[in-house]
């Protein structure tokens, strides 16, 4: 059960919420945390190519590429190996950049020779005008209806296919942190043909199976947010989420800049809704940031994630028993299928993520057919966004990957991870 400072933090949140939503405060523009993606590595002095991608329904998408590193300034790619970095929900690509030019995880891959390309889904920024072939983002609610399911079957494979066509290459390595390995759980289970077209596949903080969350308050996040669910559907207000992380980033910015201590000290407890707020590694600096990279979520995202969270499983979307016999042609939400998913896979496993906890990754290793890595972090304060702005991130996380890829790249295939038989 969740403690009551827990319980406080979040009303508090609530309360803030409510009020900058229904306030009409307009903010001026802050440099530096309104940079655009691209923009952010050109600061940071490395070079980028911006890709258009379109999705077989429509979603206008971008692709990022940083084709070569400051170290190693290879420009013939041929022989690189592609490295596509994929962001979880909610977040951006922008947060694989938040610890700058020295430690930023795609800096650290391409100036060791490799061809690094950031994922986008659908509801990030992008450089385009139009975000869909023909919808608005801003008007249509229909943008708006999509979770890491679509994003998975759509996006990811759209991404991976215009990859693949552009540098001429046979397959990717993937890098998933949080949701953003699950959307590859999605795609290699709903569409196995993909399983061709990936060479490894690494989760950082992640796993498809979820059911053992340790840290209280995103106990009670759940509990919060099957009950905020409820209403948003009972209400039919889809874009209210989107809206909801639109309206707020600017006062949290501004907030976080004025560094006042009541606010900080709120913000820090609130993000232990994501298990972050016992970590030791990340930097407070970064929160301005962090906050302003957010990106517009869908609410059936989450939604679908508490779902699963809930029932312990990795399946569809519940429509509840009507709309899952007409769609599904059974009452409960089929389990996505991880016996199909025979590219390989890597897990990174943090002692302190709250939120994917090392017994998940094993039950997760148990369900898939080839999994060839399992590291522990061998850091007690590491948590789950400690992937991204952790201090250490670079000897602890990048490092190990980096060595992996080389590795795979150079032919020598692991042998299968085997689970301790009393993991439970
Ligand atoms: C919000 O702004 C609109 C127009 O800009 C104005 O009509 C309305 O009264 C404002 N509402 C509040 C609560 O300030
Ligand atoms: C790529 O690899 C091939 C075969 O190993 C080699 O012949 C070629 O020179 C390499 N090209 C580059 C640009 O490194
Ligand atoms: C594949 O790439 C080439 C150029 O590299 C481009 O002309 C072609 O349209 C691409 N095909 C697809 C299906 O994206
Ligand atoms: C998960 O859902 C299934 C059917 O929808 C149900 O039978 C099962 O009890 C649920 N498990 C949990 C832990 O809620
Ligand atoms: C799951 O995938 C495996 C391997 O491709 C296949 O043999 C099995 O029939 C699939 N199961 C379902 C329920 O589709
Ligand atoms: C983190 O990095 C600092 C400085 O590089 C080093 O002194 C410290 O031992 C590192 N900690 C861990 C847990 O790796």
Redesign the pocket.
Known sequence: MANMTDRIVLICLLIFVSLVVCSNKTFENIPDYDLRLEERIVKHGYPVEIHQIITEDGYILVAYRIPHGLKNQ?T?N??KSVVLIVHGMGGSAHYFLIQGKERSSPYYFADRGMDVWLFSSRGCETPFEKKHVKLDWNKDSEYWVHSFHEIGIYDLAATIDYILNYTGQEKVTMIGHSAGGNMFYVLMSEKPQYNEKVKLAISWGSSPIIRRMDYPAMIFGIQLGSLVKGVIKLLRMVELIPTVISSLKRPMIELLLKKDPFWFRIFQLGSGVIGTHRSVMHIDEFNPIIVSSMQRVSFKQPSHFIDNVVNGTFRKYDYGPKGNLKLYGQTDPPHYNLSAVTAPSAFFSAPLDGMISLEDVYEAILNLPNTIYLYKIPFYRFNHIDYLFGRNASELVYEPTYQLIKKIDSGVIPPQVEVPSDYR
């Open positions: 290879e013939d041929k022989n």
